[in-house]
T-cell receptor, first 112, second 112 residues
Framework: SQQGEEDPQALSIQEGENATMNCSYK?????LQWYRQNSGRGLVHLIL?????REKHSGRLRVTLDTSKKSSSLLITASRAADTASYFC????????????FGQGTRLTINP | NAGVTQTPKFQVLKTGQSMTLQCAQD?????MYWYRQDPGMGLRLIYY???????DKGEVPNGYNVSRLNKREFSLRLESAAPSQTSVYFC???????????FGPGTRLTVL
């Protein structure tokens, strides 16, 4: 079964606004990753945050991790039309088998 | 570098037919993965190969077989296709010391 639950399932905002997506997971993790998927394409890795980190930045992306609540958030600042995509969180498998478990994703639409 | 390539891009099968999905990567990655993505869902792991010569079941292996032909190539076979296997299939690879996975463009499979 899937580890992550993402919220909201869909989000529509105006260009220039900030977009926040949330991910909750069930079991202890080593790290949490966020991926982007443009329509009809494969997933692209965005950012990784380790279980001992609370916040990480990469360009217009900000990721937070709260291991006590088993949740993470992805903030995209100053959104652009090109940010329109689905965003997935993925957690590793503590059994050491290098497997990722993906959430169901948030579909983000940026309106010009 | 081409990254991760998948063939074919599209395929339509009749129930009971067999086919093999091909995946190759040119990044010298050790681990390779096969996922399926159903509408509105995240990715679910079918099979993975942590290194050349090894394969293991993921979350949804029933109805599939895999072959890690060499370090570059990892194929997924459907022996007797069923409508429930209609999905988009993604191959991914990963370098052992890194966590992020690199995805191919996907194969869209329809089983009638």
């Amino acid at each position: 079964s899937q580890q992550g639950e993402e919220d909201p399932q869909a989000l529509s905002i105006q260009e220039g606004e900030n977009a926040t997506m949330n991910c909750s997971y069930k079991t202890s993790i080593n790290n949490l990753q966020w991926y982007r998927q443009n329509s009809g394409r494969g997933l692209v890795h965005l950012i990784l945050i380790r279980s001992n980190e609370r916040e990480k930045h990469s360009g217009r992306l900000r990721v937070t991790l709260d291991t006590s609540k088993k949740s993470s958030s992805l903030l995209i600042t100053a959104s652009r039309a090109a940010d329109t995509a689905s965003y997935f969180c993925a957690t590793d498998d503590l059994q050491g088998a290098q497997k990722l478990v993906f959430g169901q994703g948030t579909r983000l639409t940026i309106n010009p | 570098n081409a990254g991760v390539t998948q063939t074919p891009k599209f395929q339509v099968l009749k129930t009971g037919q067999s086919m093999t999905l091909q995946c190759a990567q040119d990044m010298n990655h050790n681990s390779m993965y096969w996922y399926r993505q159903d509408p509105g869902m995240g990715l679910r792991l079918i099979y993975y190969s942590a290194s050349e010569g090894t394969t293991d079941k993921g979350e949804v292996p029933n109805g599939y077989n895999v072959s890690r032909l060499n370090k570059r190539e990892f194929s997924l076979r459907l022996e007797s296709a069923a409508p429930s296997q209609t999905s988009v299939y993604f191959c991914a690879s990963r370098l052992t010391l890194r966590h992020e996975q690199f995805f191919g463009p996907g194969t869209r499979l329809t089983v009638l």
